[in-house]
């Protein structure tokens, strides 16, 4: 992939013309040049022409930098001796915006965790407005040390003097330009970024890990592609089982089979189907925001109403999807492909039936929702294919089936369909249970390594948190410590038993735009003393894609998101806040629920299951690090009490999470 509109050594860069340079960047980008842009570019290369004349033949510089995580482009990236200087300029601009300063902050981070060359280099973002009268540089690391620098702001005129101090104050070695330029680009991006980057154009390749020790996603996304194009070609239908521990990038891989095949007008058109609400709702609207916004950029007129419109054609509530097929019954949908997120999430007959009963007046409705699916694409006369997307112990509501029921409806009523099935699904985590062992040894099942993603990306920083919640969770005490001391200082796990504490903690830790917020169960009803209430109405919309100036966004730590809100979702830093639903006793987990006036003992053991579920959902959201409060608990209250959350924070505590 080129990732620059134009680079160059020092030396070249200083020998050119402008006119050569800034034909360059017109060539390379892909839509109209506007007049604003055209002079802002000539302001940037005759304002670096100045500056850079100092340093000949000691680096090289980067126009339009492409940084495909964020869909985003670097305005000037200058590598001079050993330092790599990210420039944000604003031209014409006098003032300096902290949205500006995060977006060049934002810059620098995802060098500094996604690109290799970048890691062990200092990195100082320098935000440039070229209008200012004044500046106060202020060059210093970031509290975690690793050579990436505080946001600088320059005028053009400081800005020689700005670099002229941060060489000073960097002592590194001299960074080697052409081993840089050739080094790999391994982002993760959250799955938000990574919607908006495929739905603007980008391949997965470019925008995940291709490294030894994660499974790559374009070796997943490959085999289904294989599984779709032979089913088209020999006209037979088909279900893959795709497997992967929390945050590996199951959701990633369904959208990027959904954005190659978007036309209606093709016969390969997929869609991306949820049952999850608030995720749908977010990707949705971070993909329309985006859409506008980038038309914005190249010139064009965009409206946030038509961009809503097109996206929902492409990612689709299940429970949607599901009631147009009942309108009417013969008529396949419109797609060949149907990508299901989060499968085992599915209703089974029960929730179903009472469902239809309810709410569509269809009393004799007597199939579950996995039967019911498979159905609507089995009305095709010619091909047609599902992907099951599917997370282990991740169901937390009632009703829903399991991967189990998708695979006995396979072989109760569709016994002509090919299974292609994770190697993985056998785990006892994916409860599929005894029905694998009855279909292993027929001619239309096989079992595929390659439809399993065994390492979690969401915690890029430490990929054993998935393994280190599962133990805690299964009370495996010693291997949790084990595990613990595994996982290195850059994905820090503090506990404390007071919110104020984490609440500072989040702020200080978080840099950029690096989004934080506090998680807790939705059973957490009482949490109230600490301003906490989870029956208080939040819009997961505003939390999840507002800025740090909304009271609404994550941000600003006033409303939570439970279980509900934010499955398939991740935070840069999370809060998880535990109450006493969930307590550590000498017995092992307690399962209670807040009715009334007091707590009662949850007996059932599915819904016991689906509690234990919620808190793997809370602990397996952040990427970067995450702190859990547990309160103190108060004598004077009897929903309260001290021994309520006491044992909770001994057994953490044991298990040798940092006391903050």
Not at 127 to 144: E, Y
Request: hydrophobic letters at 40%; glycine letters at 6%.
């Amino acid at each position: 992939m080129k990732r620059a509109g134009y680079s160059a050594s020092i030396d070249d860069f200083l020998a050119a013309s402008s006119e050569a340079i800034l034909g360059r960047l017109v060539e390379g980008s892909n839509y109209a040049i506007e007049l604003t842009q055209r002079d802002a570019w000539l302001t940037e290369i005759c304002l670096l022409k100045t500056v850079l004349s100092n340093y000949r033949s000691r680096g090289a510089v980067y126009f339009e930098f492409a940084v495909p995580r964020l869909g985003k482009r670097i305005d000037v990236l200058a590598i001079i001796d050993q330092v790599v200087f990210v420039l944000e300029f604003k031209v014409g601009e006098r003032e300096f915006t902290s949205h500006a300063s995060d977006q060049v902050f934002d810059y620098g981070i995802d060098l500094k965790n996604f690109h290799e060359p970048s890691h062990d280099c200092f990195i100082a973002p320098v935000l440039i407005a070229t209008a200012a009268l004044h500046a106060n540089s202020v060059i210093a690391m970031t509290r975690q040390q690793d050579r990436l620098l505080q946001p600088i702001v320059s005028t053009g005129e400081s800005l020689a003097d700005v670099i002229r101090c941060v060489l000073d104050f960097a002592d590194a070695p001299v960074i080697d330009t052409a081993k840089w330029d050739g080094g790999r680009y391994c982002p993760t991006p959250t799955i938000i970024e990574a919607a908006t980057a495929l739905y603007a154009g980008h391949s997965v390749a470019e925008i995940s890990r291709s490294d030894a020790n994660a499974t790559n996603l374009t070796l997943t996304s490959d085999a289904i592609s294989q599984v779709i194009a032979e089913s088209r070609q020999l006209s037979r239908k088909a279900i893959c089982f795709v497997t992967g521990v929390p945050g590996a990038g199951k959701t990633l891989v369904g959208l990027n089979i959904a954005t190659q095949h978007i036309s209606k007008e093709s016969d390969l058109y997929s869609v991306f189907l949820s049952g999850n609400g608030p995720l749908v709702a977010i990707l949705r609207e971070a993909l329309a925001r985006d859409k506008v916004q980038r038309e914005k950029e190249q010139g064009r007129i965009a409206k946030i109403g038509a961009a809503r419109s097109e996206v929902k054609a492409f990612i689709q509530n299940v429970h949607h999807f599901r009631d147009e097929c009942l309108v009417d019954v013969d008529r396949p949908p419109i797609e060949h492909v149907a990508l299901f997120d989060e499968a085992q999430r599915a209703w089974n007959l029960a929730q179903t039936s009472k469902f239809m009963r309810q709410k569509k007046g269809r009393p004799d409705f007597d199939v579950s929702e996995p039967e019911f699916l498979i159905s609507c694409l089995d009305r095709h006369s010619d091909w047609a294919v599902i992907v099951c997307l599917v997370g282990g112990g991740q169901e937390i509501n009632t009703g829903e089936a399991g991967i189990g029921e998708w695979i006995d409806s396979l072989t109760r009523s569709f016994g002509h369909w090919h299974l292609h099935i994770s190697s993985r699904l056998t785990d006892s985590e994916y409860a599929a249970g005894q029905v694998l062992e009855r279909i292993t040894f027929l001619p239309n099942v096989s079992i595929r390594d390659e439809l399993h993603l065994g390492v979690s990306m969401r915690s890029f920083r430490a990929e054993n948190v998935s393994h280190l919640v599962k133990q805690v969770l299964d009370l495996d005490e010693d291997g949790a410590f084990r595990t613990l001391r595994s996982i290195d200082d850059r994905y820090p796990i503090v506990i404390t038993r007071e919110l104020s504490k984490a609440k500072g903690w989040l702020r200080a830790i978080a840099r950029g735009s690096e989004r934080y917020g506090i998680v807790v169960s939705s059973l957490a009803q009482r949490l109230k003393p600490h301003a906490i209430d989870v029956r208080s109405p939040m819009d997961p919309i505003h939390w999840f894609l507002d800025s740090k100036a909304d009271v609404r966004s994550s941000y600003y730590l006033e409303d939570v998101a439970t279980e509900f809100h934010v499955q398939g979702l991740e935070l840069d830093y999370a809060c998880v806040t535990w109450d006493a639903d969930f307590r550590h006793t000498n017995q092992g987990w307690e399962h209670w629920s807040f009715v009334g006036d007091r707590w009662n003992r949850v007996r059932k053991l599915e819904r016991q299951q689906y509690l234990k579920n919620a808190y793997r959902v809370l602990l397996t959201r952040a990427r970067q690090g995450m702190v859990i409060v547990v309160p103190e608990g108060d004598p004077n209250d009897a929903t309260r009490q001290c021994d309520y959350y006491d044992c909770t924070y001994k057994y953490l505590r044991g298990i040798g999470f940092e006391v903050l």
